[in-house]
């Protein structure tokens, strides 16, 4: 069982939130998500309660209350990627653009943006398109 099973939609909306903008603030969150200010609140401290968020510190004010802000706890298992620590990691490539979409029904899907394979290191090999030099085969 993981930290997460069980966790409501709008609890997994907000720690993916959290994870794209780390040390967001509640308000900030609620603004995001389109929840009301007490809904952000209760939502952040559910997880807060459960160990899958952290407080991280209070931004500087701007007249009012200053704002508390919120990080994924390392319980999650991320974190930053160390000089030397093994690792898969896949580059990609946010596009902008209309495009089209083919499901695993055929059904066509329009979209204005997609992700597009840059490269890839497994192992310590970088390998992709261009190729890096010298050449590296898999």
Do not use: C, H
């Not at 709008?10 to 998500?33: H, K, V, Y």
């Not at 459960?50 to 508390?68: A, F, I, M, N, Y």
């Not at 000089?83 to 495009?99: N, R």
């Amino acid at each position: 069982m993981t930290l997460w099973d069980g966790l409501s939609l709008e609890e997994t909306n907000t720690l993916q939130t959290i994870f794209w903008s780390p040390g967001m603030s509640r308000f900030a969150l609620a603004d995001r998500l389109g929840y009301s200010k007490s809904k952000a609140n209760s939502l952040v401290a559910s997880l807060l309660d459960v160990g899958l968020l952290k407080e991280t510190g209070l931004q500087g004010s701007t007249g009012g209350r200053r704002p508390e802000t919120v990080q994924l706890s390392e319980r999650l298992g991320t974190g930053t990627l160390q000089i030397g620590a093994p690792a898969d990691l896949s580059l990609l490539e946010l596009v902008d653009g209309p495009v089209e979409f083919v499901d695993t029904r055929n059904n066509k899907r329009m979209g204005r943006q997609f992700l597009k394979p840059a490269g890839t290191i497994v192992a310590g090999v970088a390998f992709g398109r261009p190729y890096q030099s010298p050449f590296s085969v898999r």
